[in-house]
């Protein structure tokens, strides 16, 4: 009965409808098969065995009916299956072919098309990654874009300090990539290129990286070659190469020099730890217009410092400021030592000067330092200088005096301030603390002697203030 297990009543398909069909089919045959033979061929047939044979014999050709009519009926029924399956979304599918008639001609009609089917859904499935690429790309370069245009009115307002504008900067072209991390490398007091800033570094040992100008290694080649180099997929696995791979623990960096004109003002080095990773022309572009951002900004701080340094007066005050005071002391000294002559020098500190300014407001306080800075000055000899020295803080540069006359000067600067009305309206007082020094005695440099007169008045400071030491 193995022929029959696949006719259910539960199925409802062809193989259900056959078999109901070959039921109804079978009777009218065997009814007129049984009235043939024993009316007209057998009519005396009595013995049952003989009629049990014939009947059998005619269900044996009803069965071979079914059975051929089943060989033609399967394949479809299988094919539906099998398309079903197809159709639920499974394209990986194909229906066997057994045959080739018209059956077998269907089944490869079905599995070209689902073969194209599965070619136009994988061409969807590229678009539809490509075009999530491009979005990437897009949102990132948007992202790089308004970092950009954030750092350019940053350098434009000075609004950083130069170290927080260099964090910033590395930072924002570190994120260009996925798990990005970077490094800038500037020259300290010898002349080598040490990482100043870096972001993002976890197991990359690049802070360890010292580079020197037309030096061996990978990237001390750079620094003079002026050229940008990358290490990733597409760069050719060289001795060289994988031992600073290991030696630092990176994957890909892209190194871009910093420079202007022919003087070297950094390396920038951007990396990131993906694997099977190349970076691509516009990437380099974007990294290229960061660096260009580093090079405005070291510039501008540069170009400030030397501002600074040319500048000899305070805006405030019109005192001089402490670079000229500084430089001229020294001349001051080198003359003194030469004459054998004494050479004094004053720093004056406003005592709980944070408490005034708090109480009186920024205006009121900058009158204030305008009539110290009047009262210092027309302290100062002929030969002697003022200057303002920080914020809370002043000088005099007293050739030709000697200790003792320096503290002589100092305590009637401090009784005139301490006497003098420092607002517009109303009335309000400070005092000093001041502190003297004397080349030779108190040493035979410039920073010598600062370093003295700011200790006598830490000194003073430790029982009081409103005295002047010597």
Known sequence: MAVFGKFTLANKGLRHKLLIAFSLMSIIPLLAATYIVSTYLFPQLEDIITVSMIILASLLVAVLGLLLAKGLVDP?????????????????????????????????????????????????KGYGQRMRD???????????????????????????????????????????????????????????????????LDKERLTELILKENGPAILDKLLDAHQIYSIDKGVKATKEIENFRQAYNVTNILAIPVYSGRRNLALFVVGNRNDDFKYRTDDIDLVKVFAKQLTIAIETDILNKRA????????????????FITARLEEEIKRAIFYQRPCAFIVFSIDNFKNF??????????????????????????????????????????????????????????????????????????????????????????????????????????????????
């Open 76 to 124: 479809v029924i299988d094919m539906a299956i099998e398309a079903k399956i197809i159709a639920s979304g499974n394209y990986d599918k194909s229906i066997s072919i057994a045959s080739d008639d018209e059956v077998g001609n269907l089944a490869i009609s079905i599995n070209s098309m689902t073969q194209r089917i599965k070619t136009n859904i994988d061409e969807l």
């Open 134 to 200: 491009i979005n990437v790309d897009i949102h990132k370069k948007v992202l790089a874009l308004s970092s950009l245009l954030q750092i350019g009115e940053i350098i434009s307002s000075s609004s950083l300090q130069i170290d927080a504008l260099l964090e910033l900067i590395v930072e924002k072209a570190s994120m260009i990539f996925d798990m990005g991390f970077g490094v800038l490398y500037m020259p300290n007091d010898k002349g080598d290129f040490v990482a100043r800033v870096s972001y993002n």
């Open 308 to 323: 600074e340094e040319l500048a000899i007066k305070d805006d405030l005050t019109e005192l001089y400021n402490k670079n």
């Open 357 to 470: 300014r708090q109480v009186h407001g920024e205006l009121q306080t900058e009158e204030a330092l305008r009539k110290i800075a009047k009262v210092i000055k027309e302290s100062t000899t002929a030969v002697g200088k003022a200057a303002r020295i920080s914020g809370d803080e002043f000088a005099m540069l007293l050739p030709e005096k000697n200790k003792r006359e320096a503290a002589f000067v100092a305590e009637e600067v401090k009784r005139k301030i301490e006497s003098t009305n420092l607002l517009r309206e109303g009335k309000a007082a400070v005092t000093v603390t001041g502190g003297v020094s004397e080349n030779p005695i108190d040493g035979a440099t410039s920073d010598e002697l600062f370093r003295k007169a700011i200790a006598n008045i830490k000194e003073v400071r430790a029982s009081g203030t409103n005295k002047i030491i010597i």
